[in-house]
């Protein structure tokens, strides 16, 4: 006897299946709308972070901040100015003084002020950037030494700093390898006029030993 199937059964079974595979996309649509405000809150905070982090002059851990906050949110405009403000600022700090501004922050304002400042001469750039490497703010302490430099562009100890000032900078703060290799260039560079105006200076060979062992 031929079996004979009877076609009213499949039709529940294909109408369910239909409207199960609707509500698929219907689900997701109601999971993006229901995790819409938690990525962009998310968003907002990697914002704040980076910026935290450019306050530190911790330049690779704010790009790395401000990218999370794009993943999350591609219309987050800010942290995409944000990020390249941050890559700017690598090689010129002087780019960080509306962030310090909007940020409050008087102090970083006012070193940003002395750093720019121009000095009663030669010998009070190079104080300036002394003060500044020994405070730590490596960047600062490279506009004054390369102040220094411009005044008097024999004056052997405008180049001593300025070599240091860029070697500090290119061991200590959080940069990329192509800015590094800039910061050793002109560390390299400033040490080897000291050498030209003075070949007898003894500690010039100590500066070129630390400079190698910091080199990519």
């Keep these: ?3 004979v199937k009877d076609p009213t059964i499949q039709k529940p079974v294909r109408k369910i299946s239909w409207l199960k595979w ?10 993006f709308l229901a995790l819409a405000p938690v990525t962009r809150n998310l968003s907002s905070y ?7 982090l450019l306050l530190e002059r911790k330049y690779l851990s704010a790009r790395l901040s401000y990218e999370k906050a794009l993943l999350l949110n591609s219309k987050n405009t800010e942290a995409n100015t944000q990020k390249e403000l941050a890559r ?3 090689s010129d700090i002087l ?22 400042s121009i000095p009663s001469d ?23 030494a390369k102040t220094a430099t411009q005044m008097d562009p024999d004056y ?18 959080e940069i990329s390898p192509e800015s590094k290799n800039k910061y050793i260039a002109e560390s390299k560079k400033a040490f080897d006029k000291v050498r030209e105006i003075d070949p007898e200076y003894e500690d010039i060979k100590n500066l070129y030993g630390y400079l190698d062992k910091i080199t990519i």
Excluded: C
Aim: glycine share 2%; hydrophobic share 45%.
């Design 88 to 90: 700017k600022a690598e």
């Design 122 to 144: 030669e010998t009070e750039a190079v104080k300036l950037s002394r003060q500044f490497i020994e405070s730590k703010d490596y960047q600062l302490a490279t506009i004054a």
């Design 46 to 52: 990697y914002l704040q972070n980076g910026n935290s």
């Design 95 to 116: 780019v960080l003084e509306d962030l310090y501004e909007a940020q409050n922050q008087t102090e970083e304002l006012r070193k940003i002020s002395w750093a720019n």
């Design 156 to 173: 052997k100890d405008a180049w001593v700093y300025l070599g240091i000032s860029n070697m500090k900078v290119a061991e200590i703060l």
């Design 22 to 31: 609707a509500a698929i996309p219907l689900s997701a649509v109601i999971i």
């Design 1 to 3: 006897m031929e079996f």
